[in-house]
């Protein structure tokens, strides 16, 4: 076992629940010094404090023992799913569901939207930030999210907002899932025909049907959906929060073989993916 990284662990968990050394200490009626050994590696709590402490930290002993690393790139286990770490910053990480984990319209309406203001944001941040349990909840920290305008579209991204839980915009997706420079170079993909699944490159005759990037990052940005009626998982489209083409009725969305739609769907598709995205206290 690893006493630096257990260490570590136990830290944390005081800290998130608000204990310093010595109340820590007082609690499983051992000394302050004890705790301090513990956090700094030196020793390991011994198997028959093991339970209590783990009842105290609102924890499993596992979870103690084998403390989950977190780097850029890992699946982690967080509330009900699975989250992959996109990046991290000192004591935070910023992750994204692993898989689509429901669908859902972005905003209810036919209506010019923006994330400020679209219903998706408001189940995020309220009945799903609240399926979290107390002990979860405090390790989502607000984020205040800044934007850009479409640059295929020009269309503008609205007001900055801070938020519990949120979704990726365009930038965020090439910048954590990878960027062909597609999107800079203007270089759009679109299907030959309603009926073709191929994607061709679209050229001044067929500017308009240019709507997504399509690249060797398509397998990063693919996400996969358990469809609970057949207990099997298929790709599925998921949405982004940037503003979609010419008026805001529609937001861009990540493909079912992992294109970008730049241009978007309409806002009120019901079969569209969510993957949630926040910033994890670590």
């Given at each position: 076992m690893d006493n630096i990284g257990i260490g570590n662990q136990i830290l944390l968990l005081r800290k998130r629940n608000g204990f310093t050394q010595e109340e820590l200490a007082t609690k499983l009626e051992i000394s302050a010094q004890a705790i301090s050994k513990w956090e700094n590696g030196h020793t390991l709590p011994e198997t028959a404090v093991l339970p209590q402490l783990a009842r105290l930290l609102n924890t499993s002993i596992d979870s103690i023992l084998m403390p989950i690393v977190i780097k850029e790139g890992a699946i982690i286990p967080f509330g009900k799913h699975k989250w992959r770490v996109l990046k991290t910053d000192g004591n935070s990480a910023l992750v994204i569901t692993e898989s689509v984990i429901e669908t859902r319209p972005y905003h209810e309406e036919f209506v010019q939207i923006t994330w400020?203001?679209?219903?998706?944001?408001?189940?995020?941040?309220?009945?799903?930030?609240?399926?979290?349990?107390?002990?979860?909840?405090?390790?989502?920290?607000?984020?205040?999210?800044?934007?850009?305008?479409?640059?295929?579209?020009?269309?503008?991204?609205?007001?900055?907002?801070?938020d519990k839980i949120f979704l990726l915009s365009i930038n965020e997706v090439l910048e954590y899932f990878g960027d062909s420079g597609d999107l800079r170079k203007n270089k759009r993909w679109h299907y030959k025909s309603m009926e073709s699944n191929e994607l061709v490159i679209s050229d001044e005759e067929h500017w308009d049907w240019g709507q997504c990037i399509?690249?060797?990052?398509?397998?990063?940005?693919?996400?996969?959906?358990?469809?609970?009626?057949?207990a099997g998982w298929d790709a599925k489209c998921w949405w982004l929060r940037s503003p979609g083409i010419h008026v805001r009725h529609t937001t861009p969305i990540v493909g079912k073989i992992g294109e970008l739609f730049v241009c978007g769907s309409d806002v009120y598709d019901i079969e569209i993916g969510v993957r949630p995205a926040l910033w994890l206290s670590i």
């Open positions: 400020e203001h679209c219903d998706l944001r408001k189940y995020l941040n309220t009945q799903f930030y609240e399926s979290f349990d107390p002990t979860d909840r405090v390790r989502i920290l607000e984020t205040r999210l800044t934007d850009c305008d479409n640059h295929w579209y020009g269309t503008k991204w609205g007001n900055p907002t801070v399509n690249d060797q990052y398509n397998d990063t940005r693919k996400a996969l959906y358990h469809k609970v009626y057949n």
